[in-house]
């Protein structure tokens, strides 16, 4: 008897015992940027990011590790909606892959920020898509673009 008294003890005991945890401090993080996009059919994924500025005019870049990039240029500080629908259109788009070049011919690009500082862009973000023209008999239709680049 005295063996299972003190064996239900030795139970109750281990069982009684709790584990301190220790609180979890969740990692907080700054924004990340990003341009991702749809190119026939393919995923787009940026890894590097770049821009530039004459005048009142920028462009923002996004490259991915596969060599193609997707270009947007427009009139500093402009928001809202605009065609992408080539020259002498204000605002442009360019996918440009195995060295070749395509320009937005049809599409449209949503700003919803498009801050500036001392003539440099500081903070673009928008969605996007756009048809290019076709070279060689190829053309590139880009759809659910998302980009927001900071600098």
Do not use: W
Not at 46 to 54: C, K, L, Q, V
Not at 102 to 130: E, M, P, Q, R
Request: hydrophobic share 30%; glycine share 10%; net charge positive.
């Amino acid at each position: 008897m005295k063996k299972v008294v003190l064996s239900a003890l030795v139970c109750v005991s281990i069982f009684a015992c709790k584990k301190e945890e220790t609180p979890v401090t969740p990692v907080i993080t700054g924004p990340t940027k990003h341009c991702t996009a749809t190119v026939n059919g393919s995923a787009f994924s940026a890894d590097s990011y770049g821009s530039g500025s004459i005048n009142t005019s920028y462009s923002v870049s996004s490259n991915s590790t596969g060599g193609s990039y997707i270009q947007l240029g427009g009139t500093m500080g402009q928001t809202g909606t605009h065609p992408l629908s080539g020259f002498p259109n204000l605002f442009s788009g360019t996918y440009r892959i195995n060295n070749v070049t395509y320009t937005s011919k049809s599409g449209s690009v949503n700003i919803t920020k498009c801050d500036t500082l001392n003539g440099f862009l500081k903070h673009f973000t928008a969605t996007f898509n756009f048809n290019t023209d076709t070279i060689s008999g190829t053309s590139y239709q880009i759809i659910n673009g998302d980009i927001d680049y900071f600098n």
